[in-house]
């Protein structure tokens, strides 16, 4: 991934550049907006998930760009009970979608990487009264 914003359009009053930092914010914001996605993980060498969380909108994504396209890896954490495949194939969909939208660049690749499955916590059934005691 290039560091460096690239060159995207030169009109008559300038250039028109836009990082590969708002790419993957792009990318972030329509991942998480999926239905199912429980958060993006911290990346591909293995990092703490963040679930749903808005700090690092980039969190869990690389881009690549050139001068007219853009490829995407989002790694992601889905919530359990959903279909991964109907839920990866919506996050590409999404992905594509806003990043096309939102630059104009043509959008080559969209890897979703499911890192884990996220279980709702259990609710519990009965409520254990702390203040009785247990042994008389």
């Not at 993957?24 to 429980?38: D, F, N, P, R, Y």
């Not at 853009?70 to 959903?82: H, K, L, R, T, W």
């Amino acid at each position: 991934m290039s560091t460096e914003p690239n060159e995207f359009e030169r009109t008559e009053i300038g250039e028109i550049q836009i990082a590969p930092e708002v790419i993957e914010v792009i990318a972030g914001l329509a991942t998480v907006e999926v239905k199912g996605v429980a958060g993006m993980s911290g990346g591909f060498a293995g990092g703490i998930a963040e679930l749903l969380g808005r700090k690092n909108l980039s969190k869990g994504v690389k881009v690549e760009v050139g001068q007219r396209e853009a490829a995407v890896d989002v790694s992601v954490i889905i919530e359990y009970g959903n279909r991964l495949p109907q839920v990866a194939t919506e996050i590409q969909r999404n992905v594509k979608r806003s990043i096309e939208m939102m630059t104009g660049l043509n959008v080559v690749e969209v890897n979703v990487h499911i890192h884990d499955v996220h279980f709702k916590s259990a609710e519990r059934t009965e409520d254990i009264d702390l203040t009785q005691q247990r042994v008389k």
